[in-house]
């Protein structure tokens, strides 16, 4: 069974603040997701890694996918309130659609 | 496009009766997902098909759940008989099939209350 740990589970910062947040299975994935979710609404897909030691930015969004595909980390760089939310990173495992979830990390920024 | 349409939004019921959870995908998307979001569980999937037809079921927790796609336009997830402990938020989502690189566009989802 294909497992994604989050780390850490809460983040609770101060606006300014960065941080970094961490997504570790043993498994290899051919790819990577991450999705931030709002409360009362389904996830939203912020960004797609494929290859191993791939970085992606995204304004004050950055997304590292490990060398060896079984993990990845998001930072966020100067923290706002806007940034509230949960997110959670998913693994697709070979030739397949199905997306497996991880345990997800809830961040609030405070103003 | 509307987006992935779910409904109802909120659905209240008691323990022994069915419940039925609605979805309509977006249109082109031919792989549709269907999870369910708990505080202790997380997102845990339960189906999912491709064009259509059901692929991995294996997340489905017992024979009370069933789900059908009659077309490619719409889905049930049917719980029955309901019970409390199917408490939670369930979401549907699609997209295009194999296509590593696209996500998932998820539904806003039924939170299901069973008393």
């Known amino acids: 069974t294909q497992l994604l740990e989050q780390s850490p589970q809460f983040l609770s910062i101060q606006e300014g603040e960065n941080l970094t947040v961490y997504c570790n299975s043993s498994s290899v994935f051919s790819s990577l997701q991450w999705y931030r979710q709002e409360p009362g609404e389904g996830p939203v897909l912020l960004v797609t890694?494929?290859?191993?030691?791939e970085v992606k930015k995204l304004k004050r969004l950055t997304f590292q996918f490990g060398d060896a595909r079984k993990d990845s980390s998001l930072h966020i760089t100067a923290a706002q309130p806007g940034d509230t939310g949960l997110y959670l990173c998913a693994g697709r495992g070979g030739a397949t659609n199905k997306l497996i979830f991880g345990t997800g990390t809830l961040l609030a920024v405070q103003p | 496009d509307a987006g992935v349409i779910q409904s109802p939004r909120h659905e209240v019921t008691e323990m022994g009766q069915e419940v039925t959870l609605r979805c309509k995908p977006i249109?082109?998307?031919?792989?549709l997902f269907w999870y369910r979001q708990t505080m202790m569980r997380g997102l845990e999937l339960l189906i999912y098909?491709?064009?259509?037809?059901?692929?991995?079921d294996s997340g489905m927790p017992e024979d009370r759940f069933s789900a059908k796609m009659p077309n490619a336009s719409f889905s049930t997830l049917k719980i029955q008989p309901s019970e409390p402990r199917d408490s939670a938020v369930y979401f549907c989502?699609?997209?295009?099939?194999?296509?590593?690189?696209?996500?998932?566009?998820f539904g806003s989802g039924t939170r299901l209350t069973v008393v």
């Open positions: 249109s082109g998307h031919n792989s």
């Open positions: 890694v494929v290859t191993g030691g």
């Open positions: 098909f491709n064009n259509n037809v059901p692929i991995d």
């Open positions: 989502a699609s997209s295009p099939l194999r296509l590593s690189n696209y996500g998932y566009t």
